[in-house]
T-cell receptor, first 116, second 110 residues
Framework: EPEVTQTPSHQVTQMGQEVILRCVPI?????FYWYRQILGQKVEFLVS????????KSEIFDDQFSVERPDGSNFTLKIRSTKLEDSAMYFC??????????????FGQGTRLTVV | RKEVEQDPGPFNVPEGATVAFNCTYS??????FFWYRQDCRKEPKLLMS???SGNEDGRFTAQLNRASQYISLLIRDSKLSDSATYLC???????????FGDGTTLTVKP
């Protein structure tokens, strides 16, 4: 069964450092997303990406965040200067073309980011 | 008002019990509705899509009432393995952005 894969599974970084979280979406999917979940809290939307550009972003997704699809298979989330409050589980998700009854998103296993 | 609001829980039930979760959403333009299940420190996994006609998958039944902007999930004959957090998810079709409820935690006890 096709799946979304994320690397690394756990990243520890020092405050102020840049991190890149990587995702390989399901191959024929066209919509890509990043979500985050702070420990004990709800899953929060960060950004959606379609046709090589951001289609929507949340208030959380400020200037320190960026996304890229550099090579047609990887989808990356970069955090330029990490803060302690960026510590969370980051989930990548992808979705196929919108068709009737076929709009669910598939999630990767997540990258646990710990900023120290 | 939260965009997606779920029963706060937690629910602690014995094996074999029937349990129902409720969810309301505020954006009337929402197009697709899902229940996901999340185990501790794992990714959300799709449990089932929710349709206006209602749908059933084994012990699980989901219902959608668009007029009331209300979604439900019924679990019959609950098993120990049903213990998890259940997430109500509402998706806007155009952007495809999904909005998650806070989740309702279910613990099924022997």
């Amino acid at each position: 069964e096709p799946e979304v894969t994320q690397t690394p599974s756990h990243q520890v970084t020092q405050m102020g450092q840049e991190v890149i979280l990587r995702c390989v979406p399901i191959s024929n999917h066209l919509y890509f997303y990043w979500y985050r979940q702070i420990l004990g809290q709800k899953v929060e939307f960060l950004v959606s990406f379609y046709n090589n550009e951001i289609s929507e972003k949340s208030e959380i997704f400020d200037d320190q965040f960026s996304v890229e699809r550099p090579d047609g298979s990887n989808f990356t989330l970069k955090i330029r200067s990490t803060k302690l409050e960026d510590s969370a589980m980051y989930f990548c998700a992808s979705r196929g073309l919108f068709r009737s009854g076929n709009t669910e998103a598939f999630f990767g296993q997540g990258t646990r980011l710990t900023v120290v | 008002r939260k965009e997606v609001e779920q029963d706060p829980g937690p629910f602690n039930v014995p094996e074999g019990a029937t349990v129902a979760f409720n969810c309301t959403y505020s954006n009337s333009a929402s197009q697709s509705f899902f229940w996901y299940r999340q185990d501790c420190r794992k990714e959300p996994k799709l449990l089932m899509s929710v349709y206006s006609s209602g749908n059933e998958d084994g012990r699980f039944t989901a219902q959608l009432n668009r007029a009331s902007q209300y979604i439900s999930l019924l679990i019959r004959d609950s098993k120990l393995s049903d213990s998890a957090t259940y997430l109500c998810v509402v998706t806007e079709t155009n952007a495809g952005k999904s909005t998650f409820g806070d989740g309702t935690t279910l613990t099924v006890k022997p």
